[in-house]
């Protein structure tokens, strides 16, 4: 059975951390992406990765990075997290242009 | 929007009633994908279809796609109430490797 695990499902950070978000599948899935999710904008891309190092701006890429140092693991880094990265986010994998498996999401409060 | 736009934003019906929703997109696509998310969870995939395939079922669902018209429809047959979710179409465009989400149709059934 296919499993994409994120690191938490809910997170309360202050303005100014660092905050990461990771998110592990074990499926041996080339791709990894992460989305946030917005009331009334659906889901819009981060960044995704087709390789281990290997990474792409999504739409809103700012106030963002990402690192895949390992094939299973992509991690989303919020440098200084501000009030307005407060959200949803959903990452997922899957094979080349095929269908993809999201993980459960974590809420992310930030104050 | 770039993404296209999916209808109604919001649907409800009847316990045993058929429920569509269609969406529509703006540039060609490889392939487009139905996904559905419960609230407060990550997104499950239904179905894909591809650029040069017009109608695919699984189980009680139903979508088509005409490319003449950038459109697609997901058809749910003889709704349950546990069909009550958040509905997505999503499409990969001709030369992008990730998917782009629209903002969803939100399905109400009434037991």
């Known amino acids: 059975d296919v499993k994409v695990t994120q690191s938490s499902r809910y997170l309360v950070k202050r303005t100014g951390e660092k905050v990461f978000l990771e998110c592990v599948q074990d499926?041996?899935?080339?791709?990894m992406f992460w989305y946030r999710q917005d009331p009334g904008l659906g889901l819009r891309l981060i960044y995704f990765s087709y390789d281990v190092k290997m990474k792409e701006k999504g739409d809103i890429p700012e106030g963002y990075s990402v690192s895949r140092e390992k094939k299973e693991r992509f991690s989303l880094i919020l440098e200084s997290a501000s009030t307005n990265q407060t959200s949803m986010y959903l990452c997922?994998?899957?094979?080349?242009?095929?269908?993809?498996?999201f993980g459960p999401g974590t809420r992310l409060l930030v104050l | 929007s770039q993404q296209g736009e999916e209808d109604p934003q919001a649907l409800s019906i009847q316990e045993g009633e058929n429920a569509t929703m269609n969406c529509s997109y703006k540039t060609s696509i490889n392939n487009l994908q139905w996904y559905r998310q419960n609230s407060g969870r990550g997104l499950v995939h239904l179905i894909l279809i591809r650029s040069n395939e017009r109608e695919k079922h699984s189980g009680r669902l139903r979508v088509t796609l005409d490319t003449s018209k950038k459109s697609s429809s997901l058809l749910i047959t003889a709704s349950r109430a546990a069909d009550t979710a958040s509905y997505f179409c999503a499409r990969r465009l001709t030369g992008r490797r990730a998917l782009t989400f629209g903002s969803g149709t939100r399905l109400q059934v009434q037991p």
């Open positions: 997922a994998s899957s094979r080349q242009g095929e269908t993809q498996y």
């Open positions: 499926m041996d899935h080339e791709n």
